[in-house]
């Protein structure tokens, strides 16, 4: 099953399970997840309903990123950078793959009933969209980024329901935080992967003669200076200090700035480094929440 020629010998399965899951991806996912529920815990921190969102959120994760390349497999044959992934390389059976995004689903759904039922439900909801809605429809128009990213940033909510129970105005003001990050990392990587996409028939981002349109970096800007109207939201429902709005709106700025370069070099060098600095740019405004919580 994980070997069929002498090209693909140095896989194994576990890492082809690795690949078909994207674990390093999925771990950084979870990371939004994590950091809600620490930002909303009460102070009798639960460590059970925290060990119980890992896994689950993980399972989870792994089973919607397993369940895109056995829809995409066909197409990810097309792209120089899915071709070695173990479904187009035929290292993997097909049947096998949907074996365990069920298997990681319904045991990551379980995990997160057992912390509560809103947790479980936003995470069924979430693999649904992602496998089912956001993959085919990323062939057909590019409303599948706005729709994808609704999956993407669910982690918020469900890290935030873990803690609370519920949905929170301030839990809801992170989420729509995550929501617009989306946007120019994703604008981003569809730029870098211009290319490889267009070779699959993937429709992320418009053609003009060729390359991509030049106001996906416009557009990028504006999404990430819509980014204030939830800090403000946030800041309006909870207390949040002065300091952390400066820093949030500095790191803000230095986002649409980006996107405003992209738009006017519309390179592969700009588009890299816009993708670069979103990497970063979530976990730092996540963790500024949490200091504001547990320092000032």
Not at 17 to 34: A, D
Not at 120 to 131: E, K, Q, R, V
Not at 172 to 182: E, M
Not at 225 to 240: P, Q, W
Request: glycine share 6%; with cysteine.
């Amino acid at each position: 099953m994980t070997q069929v020629n002498s090209q693909t010998i140095k896989y194994s399965l576990a890492k082809d399970i690795g690949l078909l899951v994207k674990v390093k991806l999925s771990l950084t996912v979870l990371i939004s997840s994590v950091l809600a529920f620490v930002i909303f815990s009460s102070e009798s921190f639960n460590l059970t309903s925290f060990i119980l969102l890992i896994v689950g959120g993980a399972l989870v994760t792994f089973a919607a990123n397993a369940m895109n390349q056995v829809l995409e497999r066909e197409f990810d044959k097309l792209m120089e950078r899915t071709h070695i992934r173990p479904l187009p390389q035929g290292r993997m059976n097909v049947s096998f793959a949907v074996l365990l995004s069920g298997v990681f689903c319904t045991l990551g759904v379980i995990a997160l009933t057992l912390v509560n039922a809103a947790a479980g439900l936003l995470a069924m909801i979430s693999f649904l969209i992602y496998a089912f809605v956001y993959t085919p429809l990323k062939r057909y128009s590019t409303v599948a980024i706005p729709v994808g990213a609704i999956p993407g940033a669910l982690p918020i909510l469900i890290g935030s329901v873990a803690a609370q129970g519920y949905i929170s105005p301030e839990a809801f003001a992170l989420f729509g935080i995550q929501y617009l990050w989306q946007f120019p990392h994703f604008w981003a990587i569809a730029w870098m992967g211009h290319d490889d996409y267009s070779k699959a028939g993937f429709k992320l981002i418009r053609d003009i003669d060729g390359r991509p349109d030049p106001m996906f970096g416009i557009y990028s800007a504006i999404y990430a200076s819509l980014t204030v109207f939830f800090i403000l939201l946030y800041a309006y429902v909870s207390s949040i200090a002065i300091s952390i709005v400066v820093v949030l709106i500095l790191l803000i700025g230095i986002y649409a700035f980006l996107g405003y370069k992209l738009y006017l070099k519309n390179d592969r060098a700009s588009a890299r480094t816009l993708f670069l600095y979103s990497l970063a740019y979530l976990p730092l405004v996540l963790l500024l929440f949490t200091v504001n919580k547990y320092f000032l």
